[in-house]
């Protein structure tokens, strides 16, 4: 077989053979040939390749590429060194991955600029950043985003979780949950915990924990993150270990969450329009299991968690039917728990003027009194 041919070409058993002989072997004849071309190939055609030498690259082959290159490592630090500090952010963030390979003290006199691409708007050299900082356990970048977890602007607090996530910080997960749980961003910060630990872990160590996250991240879809997450985050099969092995007040109230959430998904077309045909069954699926289940079983658990110091008690609040137990939390100190329960009660047709001023008694925030005088 002709490798030129064949990884230049149409046929997908011969162009995918072909680079993983190009990448295994590794053919430093074929990767020549291949540069000489690159004047003479059209732009499709060399993307492709790209695409295909990249598929066949993984953990165990991806170092073979560095043989590729026709000087020595030093002149290959030398230079990665120069485009880090003054190429392009798209240069900066190859040549930031090249440093991830690299000894900690081929790189130690760029560890400053590290912590600045750390910090970068640019995703992509952000990580490839924080990677090689992590790598090296860069005390100092670690300390930094721990100290931004005490700032008052949330975005930066995010900021830091995302960094600590990138970092592998396994460490502050406590002081991310704390800030999860009284955060206006609490579903995007349950959206990055998975990357810390995985929810089997979690599940195992923490359970309620667990099951905070899980309902921060059900309440994300869709509207901050595509159902695809049905698949992501292994939805299905956590719902029907829960149910089946673990079902307490705090995982019956995820359950009847999602069983709300997911139903909509099938009730609505819009909601799975763009979704690839693969989450469309898992979604399918998700909903037979919610069909198969005893939802009463569900909805006499989640009262447990209806009390102002339960970590799920905002959750609990909305699937709250009975009005008495609604009644109980009038005399919150919780602001936003006070208005919450009004909301609800409304909704139920049940809010009476005797609620609002046993509630009232405890509110001092002015917006928050204004918009309990006008529902």
Do not use: W
Request: proline letters at 2%; aromatic letters at 10%.
């Amino acid at each position: 077989m002709d490798l030129f041919k064949a990884i230049t070409g149409k046929n997908p058993a011969e162009y995918e053979q072909a680079a993983k002989i190009l990448v295994n072997t590794p053919d430093i004849e074929l990767f020549k040939k291949l540069v000489e071309q690159d004047d003479f190939l059209f732009d499709f055609i060399k993307n492709n390749v790209a695409k295909r030498i990249k598929q066949a690259c993984n953990k165990d082959n991806f170092k073979n590429l560095y043989k590729f290159l026709e000087f020595d490592s030093t002149d290959c630090i030398t230079k990665m060194k120069d485009l880090f500090v003054n190429g392009t952010d798209a240069q900066k963030t190859y040549a930031v991955k090249v440093f991830s390979l690299l000894d900690e003290n081929d790189i130690k006199d760029l560890t400053p600029a590290i912590r600045e691409t750390a910090k970068s708007d640019d995703e992509f050299l952000s990580n490839n950043s924080i990677e090689v900082l992590a790598k090296n356990n860069d005390a100092v970048s670690k300390e930094d985003a721990v100290k931004l977890l005490e700032s008052k602007d949330e975005f930066e607090q995010f900021s830091a979780i995302k960094f600590l996530v990138t970092f592998g910080a396994k460490d502050t997960l406590p002081l991310i949950f704390d800030i999860m749980k009284r955060s206006s961003l609490s579903e995007n910060i349950a959206l990055e915990i998975p990357f810390l630990v995985d929810l089997e872990t979690l599940l195992n160590k923490d359970f309620d924990k667990a099951i905070l996250v899980l309902c921060n991240i059900v309440n994300a879809i869709p509207e901050i993150i595509s159902p695809s997450a049905a698949i992501d985050y292994n939805l299905l099969e956590i719902f029907e270990n829960i149910y089946h092995n673990n079902l307490t007040s705090s995982s019956a109230l995820l359950l009847r969450m999602a069983k709300e959430k997911f139903v909509s998904f099938e009730e609505n077309d819009e909601y799975l329009f763009d979704c690839d045909k693969n989450t469309k069954e898992e979604i399918i699926n998700i909903n037979k299991f919610f069909k198969s289940i005893n939802v009463n079983k569900l909805n006499s658990l989640l009262y447990d968690e209806l009390y102002e110091e339960s970590d799920f008690v905002f959750f609990a609040v909305d699937y709250a039917d009975n009005i008495e137990e609604l009644e109980t939390l009038l005399d919150s100190s919780n602001q936003t728990l006070l208005l919450k329960v009004l909301t609800r009660l409304k909704e139920k047709q049940a809010l009476n003027n005797e609620h609002k001023n046993i509630a009232l008694k405890n509110i001092t925030n002015t917006d928050i009194k204004s918009i309990i005088d006008a529902i």
